[in-house]
Structure formats: C-alpha cells, structure tokens
C-alpha cells in the first residue's frame, strides 16, 4: 500500500491549463503499476481521466485525449496532470489512484479544482 | 462505449438488514474487470471488491461480489452504521478502458 497527495490551484480561469501533481510515498513509482487520475464531479460522477506506467506510457480517456497529458518524474516519486483549455465543466475534485488487476487499491484524498474567472 | 447501469439509485435499509446493489453492464464485461467501491462524504473511493468478487484487504466478509452474465451484484449482509455509503461499481474495457456506474446511495431507514 502506498500513500497518495495530490496538490495543485484550487482556482484556474476558463482556457488556462489545470495542473496537478501526485506524490507518492511508501513505495517507489518505478515499481510497476500504472498510475491513474479520476476526477469527481456532481454533473458527471466519477470518470477516469488516464494513466501513466513508470515507463513513461500512457493511455487516456478518449473524451478527454485531445487535452491531456500526464507525466511521470521518477526522481521526485511523482507525476502530474496537465488538462488544457478548462472550462466551468472542469470543476471537480481531482484524484490520484493506483493499483492492479484493473482496479484502484490507493487513493489520493482528493483535490477540489474549480474553474471560474 | 460499455455503460454501467446501477440499480436502484437509492436504498433505503436498517442496521442488520441485507442490501443487495445491482449494475449491468450494456455490452459484455470480463469478470475479470469489474469493481466495487464505497464511498463516504467527503472521504475517495474505497475499493470493496475487484475481479467481480476478489474482496480487498482489510473488507470485512459481509461483502461479497457476484456475476451472472452483464449484471453484476454487491451483497452486504448484516448491515453495520458505518456501511451507509454510495457504492459505485466500475469496468476496464479496451476501447473507452475503464468507465463507472452512477452510484446507488445506501440510506438508513
């Protein structure tokens, strides 16, 4: 079991870039998993945004590909989300996740993003 | 798209009492893929059951996972005041990955 923090702005305007990193502590991020950003809103419920393998391979939601990109540092034990062009649709809490056998085992507790100018 | 379908939206139940939570799956779903989460307000998901009725560790035995075709089922039997969630169940697929139902909201009679 490892430990996830997610931090980042809680408050970005409409057309900025939303950015986010996850830090992981209790194990190492080259050890193998995939590490995933979901995101909470009232609208929209729980959607899986994409994944990130410490290799540096990633696969992404299909509705959201266009804007996305996540990133791996393997230095800092972290990696990140960038999500371009937000708008108020956007807003939600942001968490990272990880695990196996297709499911999410750890959570991040979460990060409340708001869009608004 | 595979669409998870949760059913009902709303259960309301008392201590002690069994619930029975259903999703169904609109396309077919390897057992292999499917989840079950609860979640408290304000707290992330906590993952209950993975591979459709593997129970994660620390998940007391009073929930259970089961699968009969496209509509997948979360038992909890006996329940207790800390059980009183939303649950949500979630798949893999290969062309959308991994996708969620909309929730059942547990609720104390």
């Known amino acids: 079991q490892v430990q996830l923090q997610e931090s980042g702005p809680g408050l970005v305007k409409p057309s900025e870039t939303l950015s986010l990193t996850c830090a992981v502590s209790?194990?190492?991020?080259?050890?193998?998993?995939?590490w995933s950003w979901v995101r909470q809103s009232p609208g929209k419920g729980l959607e899986w945004i994409g994944e990130?393998?410490?290799?540096?391979?990633?696969n992404y939601n299909p509705s959201l590909k266009s804007r996305v990109t996540i990133l791996v540092d393997k230095s800092k034990n972290q990696f990140s989300l960038n999500l371009r062009s937000v708008t108020a649709a956007d807003t939600a809490v942001y968490y990272c996740?990880?695990?196996?056998?297709?499911?999410?085992?750890?959570w991040g507790q979460g990060s409340l993003v708001t869009v608004s100018s | 798209e595979i669409v998870l379908t949760q059913s009902p939206g709303t259960l309301s139940l008392s201590p002690g009492e069994r619930a029975t939570l259903s999703c169904r799956a609109s396309?077919?779903?390897?057992?292999?893929?499917l989840a079950w989460y609860q979640q408290k307000p304000g707290q992330a998901p906590r993952l209950l059951i993975y591979?459709?009725?593997s129970r994660a560790t620390g998940i007391p035995d009073r929930f259970s996972g089961s699968v009969s075709g496209t509509d997948f089922t979360l038992t909890i039997n006996r329940l207790e005041p800390e059980d009183f969630a939303v649950y949500f169940c979630?798949?893999?697929?290969?062309?959308?990955?991994?996708?969620f139902g909309q929730g059942t909201k547990l609720g104390i009679k």
């Open positions: 996740a990880t695990g196996h056998s297709y499911a999410w085992f750890d």
């Open positions: 209790g194990g190492s991020i080259s050890r193998g998993n995939w």
């Open positions: 990130i393998h410490q290799s540096g391979s990633t």
């Open positions: 396309q077919t779903v390897s057992s292999n893929f």
């Open positions: 591979g459709a009725s």
């Open positions: 979630q798949q893999y697929g290969r062309s959308t990955l991994y996708t």
